[in-house]
């Protein structure tokens, strides 16, 4: 009989005295989930930039927002599907165009810097909320501690073309962490700092499906870099997932169309140029490709026109 206390008293300290951790991804906490939408265009990977978010909440100033931004990044990147530009080379023209007064924040001035540097869209967003709790029992011989720790991150997705929020959506993570005692022995600690980034990527994971979904809306583009005859020299090559035979149907870019309600970009006037097919790669950058145009239809292509995936 007294084996069998032993035992058992055995089993009840190895259960009391292991950590354990939690970590859940609840549902988007937006009015409408965005849907995933199939395109026949979906194309090679998409260009886009994440500023760092901002920190609403009362928690963790000047690492949370970064910290989020940080995650979303290597999501996307993992993905397979993005090519995201680095925040380095964002600030660097913030500084260049004197734009850091007015931030990047503000969906304008993110689509005006995703403009000069070729991308497609540019995450904004923010931690809007973050908290801590915790919770625990008592009882005679055990003692059990569990942190929890809830976060709420917003995302606005900004069309660089027209500087309009085309994705706002909202993700919500939780962590949980428990430790516990018996007779006094077991896990002892103070807050468990690893919360934090496991309850963020939670919260941001979903993101990039939904981030992708979006952008799949409208055919995959890119820009002409140089030209020469009927040689191309696109933006785009081998890390882009451009393959040899691609066809694309290359335009000019004039005057913006607006809306005259709003005043808002919604388009361009555009002069069809032909279409062309990519050859080669081209460059060290692992991002350049040749294409030949294979069929004229306007003027001559140069820098700044753009190619779609041909329909």
């Known amino acids: 009989?007294?084996?069998?206390?032993?035992?058992?008293?055995?089993?009840?300290?190895?259960?009391?005295?292991?950590?354990?951790?939690t970590v859940k991804m609840q549902q988007a906490v937006s009015v409408n989930e965005t849907k995933k939408v199939k395109s026949d265009f979906t194309g090679p990977k998409r260009r886009i930039g994440v500023v760092e978010f901002e920190n609403k909440s009362a928690y963790g100033?000047?690492?949370?927002?970064?910290?989020?931004?940080?995650?979303?990044?290597?999501?996307?990147?993992?993905?397979?599907?993005?090519i995201v530009v680095e925040r380095d080379k964002m600030n660097k023209v913030l500084e260049e165009q004197k734009l850091q007064s007015q931030g990047m924040t503000d969906?304008?001035?993110?689509?005006?810097?995703?403009?000069l540097l070729?991308?497609?869209a540019i995450v904004v967003g923010s931690v809007s909320q973050f908290g801590v709790k915790k919770e625990g029992s008592d009882y005679l011989i055990t003692q059990s501690k569990r942190q929890v720790a809830d976060v709420t991150v917003d995302i606005r997705l900004v069309d660089v073309q027209s500087g309009q929020v085309i994705l706002a959506d909202s993700g919500k993570g939780m962590a949980k962490s428990s430790k516990g005692s018996f007779l006094g022995m077991g896990t002892k600690g103070g807050y468990d700092e690893t919360l934090e980034g496991e309850a963020l990527r939670a919260a941001v994971v979903q993101f990039v499906t939904n981030i992708a979904s979006q952008l799949n809306k409208k055919p995959w583009s890119c820009m002409i870099a140089?030209?020469?005859?009927?040689?191309?020299?696109?933006?785009?090559?081998?890390?882009?997932g451009v393959e040899e035979g691609l066809e694309l149907d290359c335009y000019r870019q004039g005057a913006e169309i607006r809306d005259p309600r709003s005043n808002l970009v919604i388009g361009?006037?555009?002069?069809?140029?032909?279409?062309?097919?990519?050859?080669?790669?081209?460059?060290?950058?692992?991002?350049?490709?040749?294409?030949?145009?294979?069929?004229?239809?306007?003027?001559?292509p140069k820098a700044g026109d753009i190619c779609r995936l041909a329909k």
């Open 118 to 120: 070729g991308l497609e």
């Open 107 to 115: 969906p304008q001035t993110a689509a005006k810097v995703g403009q």
């Open 61 to 82: 100033q000047g690492r949370l927002g970064g910290a989020a931004s940080d995650i979303l990044i290597t999501e996307l990147v993992k993905s397979g599907k993005f």
């Open 268 to 300: 361009h006037r555009e002069q069809y140029l032909g279409r062309a097919e990519v050859e080669r790669y081209c460059g060290e950058s692992g991002d350049c490709s040749i294409a030949k145009l294979a069929k004229a239809a306007g003027p001559s």
């Open 1 to 21: 009989m007294r084996k069998i206390m032993l035992i058992a008293a055995a089993a009840a300290l190895a259960g009391a005295c292991a950590p354990s951790k």
């Open 226 to 240: 140089d030209a020469s005859g009927e040689e191309l020299y696109l933006n785009a090559g081998q890390d882009s």
